[in-house]
């Protein structure tokens, strides 16, 4: 059927009723965590010449548009009459729907707040701002430059399709030519140092001036497209050298070098992107001049661990990965780079018991709008428009960032059924692994662990883990068969030194039963990371089922 009250080059999804998608985001503010979802530009169609035909609510997302003013954004929404189709087909009427009124809706992830602007055609312009509450306030300038560098974050972090997925999505270029770029870079300096209170990812466990959702954004952007020298004299060296707003030093300039008053977080990233940009004894002098500064800086020791790891220093590096360590014992990132030098250096059960030691954190997934069920949705067909924009994943109810669901074959179709396909695919355990849904710090450590495993091979990782760590079934037979452990009762046992432990092992494995000792038995977890170690256990045995039938 064909509909000419759709946008030609636009997704639209239609409401059910009016303005019940602009209802749901406003319910949905006080579930936002980090960056908050993708702008929402609602827009409301009339017909001009039947003024019987029911007015109708379309809605869509977008990504890259100008959110610095009022007037830019309804600037946009007035370039949407423009995408209403001429013609419903090769011959017929022109097109008599036109858009009355639109609202645009763009997330402050600075100060919590939603701007929203609401225009009518003709007519004027309202700008205005709600809260978690449902409340309305006022619209001032420190927050439209705020709601910039939000809507300039969220095109850049969510910019993968496969990553982050959205039913109506529309992306569109953040920067055409260099004088957008211009705009772009300045408003990330203006607010560099409150970067912080964005947030972080899911692998930091504080932000920091370094470690941000704003740094994230600036880096990702400068680095995907190898420009690491402008990032580096552009940005980050005045930064760098004019802690807190301070008084700017010129980056090409040998004195800015020399320069006391260094921020040493700041000089973390500019040493990582005068090494990105193959600068080394630029980015060499700048860490030695900020541990100067303050010796503790984990962000600084972390950059030169890994600058000490990659030239093959793995004595050196371990030293400075165990200062990054001791000052910044909670963060994650820390204890994988420790990890990582003592795989290099073929330390492996150092490098097993600092995995096993990691904090884990809570994995928190990104922003995704939530939109009630639409009557009907319509999709851009032109070639050049489905290049241009991502259409989104299949749409469901209450969330459009799931995962597409797999059509089913036709009956005519010579594709094999999914338990066909099951029975025939030798290797269908390995779709159970628990290892594709392991996110965040789980994700990394399991990586870690795939390391170790591909140097050293699977067997060797299960004699390791058995010499380094207590199994469960040992610790209970270390202190008698018959005698029941409870970890909250017996605290003493906690404390007992693993040497200790080992040796009622040996003493008390005499008089036991081989077979009952040799049995697959689990890790003792020592914190939250164990069920990587499981995850990795599992796999191991779904293998050897595959073997088996073989």
């Known amino acids: 059927m064909s509909y000419n009250d759709c946008l030609q080059d636009v997704p639209d999804i239609f409401e059910n009723e009016i303005g019940e998608a602009l209802a749901m985001r406003t319910e949905s503010l006080g579930m936002i965590r980090e960056l908050g979802p993708p702008d929402l530009c609602h827009i409301v169609k009339i017909h001009s010449s039947n003024r019987t035909e029911p007015d109708i609510g379309s809605y869509h997302h977008v990504l890259g548009v100008d959110t610095s003013s009022s007037a830019s ?252 360590v001791k000052y910044a014992p909670s963060e994650f990132h820390a204890w994988a780079k420790l990890t990582e030098v003592y795989i290099d250096d073929n330390d492996f059960q150092n490098a097993l018991l600092t995995l096993n030691t990691c904090p884990m954190y809570t994995y928190v997934d990104r922003d995704y709008p939530r939109v009630p069920t639409p009557r009907r949705i319509n999709y851009p067909v032109k070639s050049e428009v489905l290049e241009e924009y991502n259409l989104g994943d299949n749409f469901t109810n209450g969330n459009y960032g799931s995962v597409p669901m797999n059509p089913r074959p036709s009956a005519d179709s010579d594709a094999p059924g999914a338990a066909e396909e099951q029975t025939q695919n030798e290797t269908s355990f390995i779709l159970r692994l628990a290892a594709p849904t392991l996110k965040g710090t789980f994700a990394h450590a399991y990586k870690l662990l795939s390391n170790i495993v591909s140097t050293i091979g699977w067997d060797e990782l299960l004699q390791l883990r058995s010499t380094v760590f207590v199994m469960e079934e040992e610790y209970r037979n270390s202190v008698g068969p018959s005698v029941a452990i409870d970890d909250e009762e017996d605290e003493e046992d906690d404390h007992i030194p693993l040497s200790a432990l080992k040796e009622r092992r040996d003493t008390v494995g005499e008089n036991q039963n081989p077979e009952a000792m040799g049995s697959e038995v689990q890790t003792t977890d020592l914190n939250s990371n164990g069920s990587v170690i499981e995850a990795a256990d599992s796999a191991k045995g779904e293998e050897t089922k595959v073997d088996e039938a073989k």
Not at 102 to 117: E, W
Not at 221 to 226: M, P, T
Not at 281 to 286: L, N, S
Not at 299 to 324: N, V
């Open 73 to 324: 954004l309804a600037a946009y929404i007035n370039s949407l009459q423009y995408s209403l189709n001429d013609k419903p087909g090769w011959f017929g009427p022109g097109n008599n729907w036109k858009i009355a009124s639109g609202t645009y809706c763009t997330y402050n992830a600075f100060s919590k707040l939603d701007l929203r602007v609401q225009i009518k055609i003709p007519g004027g312009v309202d700008a205005y701002a709600i809260n978690v509450q449902g409340e309305r306030q006022d619209v001032t300038e420190e927050l439209w430059t705020e709601c910039h560098v939000s809507g300039i974050l969220r095109a850049i972090l969510y910019s993968n399709p496969a990553e982050y997925s959205v039913t109506g999505l529309r992306r569109l270029t953040l920067a055409a030519n260099l004088r957008e770029e211009a705009r772009v870079v300045e408003a990330l300096m203006e607010q560099f140092w409150n970067g912080w209170r964005l947030g972080s990812n899911a692998e930091t466990q504080v932000a920091s001036h370094s470690r941000n959702y704003l740094v994230d954004g600036l880096m990702a952007y400068f680095a995907g497209q190898g420009r690491y020298n402008d990032c580096a004299g552009e940005i980050l060296s005045p930064l760098a050298y004019a802690p807190l707003g301070g008084r700017q030093q010129q980056a090409d300039s040998r004195s800015s070098l020399d320069f006391k008053g260094i921020d040493p977080n700041v000089a973390a990233l500019l040493a990582e992107a005068y090494m990105g940009g193959d600068q080394e004894v630029q980015g060499v002098r700048v860490m030695h001049q900020a541990l100067k500064a303050k010796p503790s800086c984990y962000p600084m020791l972390y950059t030169q661990a890994e600058f000490l790891r990659l030239k093959k220093q793995h004595k050196a590096a371990c030293k400075i990965a165990l200062m990054a």
